[in-house]
């Protein structure tokens, strides 16, 4: 397989391979012929959080960011175009809610849903993982 590194044929030829192999015993598992498969809970959880920018964008409201620009400002690396997408999804998602406040000129907020709130100390333990073992490796 050399030469494929980092493509798409040796990831796919990669993940063949795993998915080709007989499943592991294993004591906690009460019959060893049964596949594992993933919790369908996780994979939503991971399908939300996991895409661009979205955890960056709760902590960011976790930590008292309320309008567009503070989250912006934050977030100084995502677009406009980009982090009103995100903040949509998220809304979709049942994290956020998009206030519309009837003042002039009219102010729109965004605050974290009960759900949101519950993802945010979350995303710190990602952080603090982070931090420790997902380190930029050192020049040398």
Not at 11 to 23: F, H, K, Y
Request: glycine content about 8%.
């Amino acid at each position: 397989m050399t030469g494929l590194r980092g493509s798409a044929t040796a990831e796919t030829a990669s993940l063949g391979a795993v998915r080709n192999q007989a499943p592991k015993e294993d004591a906690s598992v009460g019959n060893a012929h049964t596949p594992v498969e993933a919790c369908p809970s996780f994979v939503r959880a991971m399908a939300i959080i996991g895409r661009r920018w979205s955890g960056l964008i709760i902590q960011a409201m976790a930590k008292g960011c309320t309008s567009f620009t503070e989250i912006s400002t934050f977030a100084e690396k995502l677009s406009d175009a980009s982090l009103s997408r995100r903040l949509k999804e998220l809304e979709d998602d049942g994290l956020i809610i998009r206030s519309v406040l009837d003042e002039r000129p009219v102010k729109v907020r965004y605050s974290l849903t009960e759900a949101g709130v519950a993802l945010a100390p979350v995303l710190d333990m990602l952080t603090s993982w982070g931090e420790q073992y997902a380190t930029a490796p050192e020049e040398g």
